[in-house]
């Protein structure tokens, strides 16, 4: 017994510690005054400057007696938790009328608050008139819509005088809507059989809390006197929603709380998470509730003893109660600590399997998961119906764990693996190399692009990966590499035929003709170029590499002050203007042309200004094409089918986009030329 008292005296001890510390915890800034009399002042309210959110909270502390500045009314109470703010002295509205005429006599001004972060609590409010034969009803200031109203009647004279169930004879009252704020009052006089209201010819109108009794006879008098009620607002913070405030260095939730939007009303407040109390607008408000303090917030009583984790608790068997478990099933200590073992094993596989749900969940959001629901979302009519989601382990078998010798290429975007999948299909995994902002769109905008896409020279999208550290892509294995490899990196002159070339081109072009007028959207590539050109077993061409690709409406135009492509392959014209359209692609296929003509890059390794666009234009003008033809080209080809493809070429790569031909021109040249050279062979 002597150990067992011993631990519940060191569990005492921590628990009184827990107190003291939950205790000393402060709902006002650092350095700011907590309280003004015997009522807590929480930020962002607060009494000095530098201690309030901003003048809309700024308390005033005169006496022990506290008043809200913006209101110009006594504070009686601040929430933090329900986010309501009572004030004792807020105007009744009154107005009297000619005994003769019934003409209004006087009306006391409607009192002038601003509203923009505080509303009438709708929960905690009612809306009372007082006086005989009104009809008093609220409308929005802009929308004129109905809001609330009740009508009062009166039989004699006395009645307004002696009522106190304001059940519509002297007093009627209603309730409000939701996050009420700026209004107008009207009233009407009601015409009665018995025309009372001659005779109290006084009116009363006021919003009061809802535990304030109504007793005209003891709590209100007459329109000649100031009245004031009790009223509870609602209140909120910042003047935008949480998904907008996050995103910005004023953000005021802090940890361990979260962020709601108030209804569509452009605010939103703070509340601290399941488990946690305190202020949510401080750097540490939001701390741990011991659940294991107070005995009604756990059910460890007969369960064991209780362990207070962040947010939580869980109930651990004290070793009394181990004892007393262990010796009626007649088992030694080393059962019991077996037991013990493999619950402690248990739990561990839990915690372990919960926190690897929490960092997939995390990833997830990170990698551009929710940006990927909400274009699904926008495009229900083609949503995706054969990507499948990759789980990482899966992924990650297939490539080694990504293993350097299985990387078959690297890219600006991200580098590639060759992977075999378990039902032995092998496939290619793009893996992001940063992880920033700017990549996870790329990464989403490239599944978004493939996922509609249907192209028999367009690579094909398997399905992605959200849970991995960074994102990842899956698409079909096309083995030959690409078409750069082929026509500059091999170790001695390229192999690749004229008649593969002419084809190749033709495939390209029609690619690229069906993402500019037979998607289902219009698709510009944005980085068309001989690397984003891979070849399969039969040199098939198959165009990839959709990370700066755009969807545009039917204008086929579209203004970004974010240049996207490859040096070498650009557009001078959306280079100068940023002007999207088309032939950008067109004048990147140009260069591509000119690849396959003279077998040079795009731009010279040895000379970083020197530009294939611009050495092939000034060949054509000087007529000197067979001087920077490749030799095989020379030899294979046909003139006239040289020259043809070459004047196609310059026309891609004219300066002006409009004297460019479109995608659909293109690839009907290029098939025409080939069905040509076909039946003349």
């Not at 309030?52 to 929430?79: H, N, P, T, W």
């Not at 209780?306 to 010796?327: D, E, H, K, M």
């Amino acid at each position: 017994m002597v150990p067992e008292r011993r631990l519940l005296l060191v569990l005492h001890l921590i628990i009184l510690f827990q107190l003291q510390e939950t205790a000393a915890a402060s709902l006002a800034l650092d350095g700011c005054q907590e309280k003004c009399g015997d009522r807590q002042i929480p930020y962002p309210f607060g009494i000095n400057k530098g201690c309030y959110f901003d003048r809309q909270f700024e308390v005033k502390c005169d006496d022990g007696s506290a008043s809200l500045v913006a209101f110009k009314m006594e504070l009686q109470d601040i929430s933090i938790s329900h986010h309501h703010v009572r004030v004792s002295n807020f105007p009744v509205l009154s107005m009297t009328f000619n005994r003769s005429s019934g003409e209004t006599m006087r009306k006391q001004p409607t009192p002038q608050i601003d509203f923009r972060r505080f509303s009438f609590s709708h929960t905690k409010n009612k809306f009372v008139v007082m006086g005989c034969d009104l009809y008093a009803y609220i409308v929005h200031n802009t929308t004129k819509e109905f809001l609330t109203g009740c009508g009062s009647l009166c039989n004699r004279a006395d009645v307004v005088r002696s009522t106190s169930s304001c059940s519509g004879f002297g007093c009627c009252q209603s309730s409000l809507p939701k996050d009420f704020s700026i209004f107008n009052l009207w009233v009407n006089r009601i015409n009665t059989v018995k025309d009372s209201w001659p005779s109290d010819p006084c009116g009363l109108f006021f919003f009061v809390a809802k535990d304030v009794p109504i007793d005209h006879y003891q709590n209100l008098s007459a329109c000649s006197k100031r009245n004031v009620v009790p009223v509870v607002f609602n209140w909120t913070i910042g003047n935008t929603t949480c998904s907008n405030a996050k995103k910005t260095t004023d953000y005021r939730c802090g940890p361990n709380s979260n962020c709601y939007d108030n209804g569509g009303g452009g605010e939103y407040r703070c509340i601290c998470n399941p488990g946690y109390q305190g202020n949510p607008y401080l750097p540490k408000g939001c701390q741990d509730i011991n659940e294991c303090v107070d005995p009604r917030r756990n059910d460890c009583q007969e369960r064991g003893l209780c362990v207070n984790t962040p947010g939580s608790y869980y109930c651990q068997r004290s070793p009394g109660q181990i004892l007393a478990l262990i010796v009626p099933l007649g088992v030694g200590l080393a059962a019991g600590l077996l037991i013990l073992a493999a619950i402690s094993l248990f739990l561990f596989r839990e915690i372990k399997k919960m926190n690897k749900r929490k960092i997939k969940q995390k990833l997830f959001k990170r990698n551009g998961g929710l940006l990927l629901q909400q274009k699904i979302s926008l495009n229900t009519a083609n949503a995706f119906p054969e990507t499948k989601l990759f789980l990482i382990e899966e992924l990650e078998k297939a490539t080694d764990k990504f293993n350097k010798s299985r990387i078959i290429g690297k890219g600006g975007h991200g580098t590639v693996y060759k992977g075999m999948l378990s039902d032995g299909s092998i496939v290619a995994v793009k893996r992001s190399n940063i992880i920033d902002e700017g990549q996870v769109g790329q990464f989403i905008n490239e599944v978004f692009i493939l996922s509609h896409i249907n192209h028999r020279h367009i690579v094909k999208l398997l399905g992605c990966c959200l849970e991995a550290a960074v994102p990842l892509l899956v698409y079909e294995y096309v083995p030959n590499g690409t078409l750069s490899h082929h026509l500059h990196d091999e170790p001695k002159v390229s192999t690749l035929s004229w008649e593969n070339r002419l084809r190749i081109a033709a495939e390209i072009a029609g690619a690229l003709a069906y993402l500019h007028s037979c998607a289902s959207t219009a698709i510009f590539h944005r980085d068309i170029k001989s690397n984003n050109i891979l070849l399969d077993e039969n040199y098939r061409a198959v165009v990839s590499d959709f990370g700066l690709s755009r969807s545009v409406s039917i204008d086929k135009t579209h203004l970004t002050t974010l240049i996207g492509g490859t040096f070498g392959y650009l557009d001078p014209e959306y280079f100068r203007s940023g002007q999207l359209n088309d032939r950008t692609d067109v004048y990147a296929f140009g260069v591509v042309l000119a690849e396959l003509l003279t077998g040079l890059k795009a731009i010279s390794s040895k000379n970083s200004n020197e530009s294939l666009a611009l050495c092939f234009r000034y060949a054509l003008k000087e007529n000197r094409l067979y001087g920077i033809l490749e030799q095989l080209v020379a030899n294979e080809g046909h003139k006239e089918d040289i020259v043809a493809v070459a004047k196609l070429a310059k026309r891609c790569l004219k300066l002006k986009a409009r004297n460019r031909p479109s995608m659909k021109e293109v690839a009907s040249e290029l098939e025409q030329l080939r069905r040509t050279r076909v039946v003349g062979s």
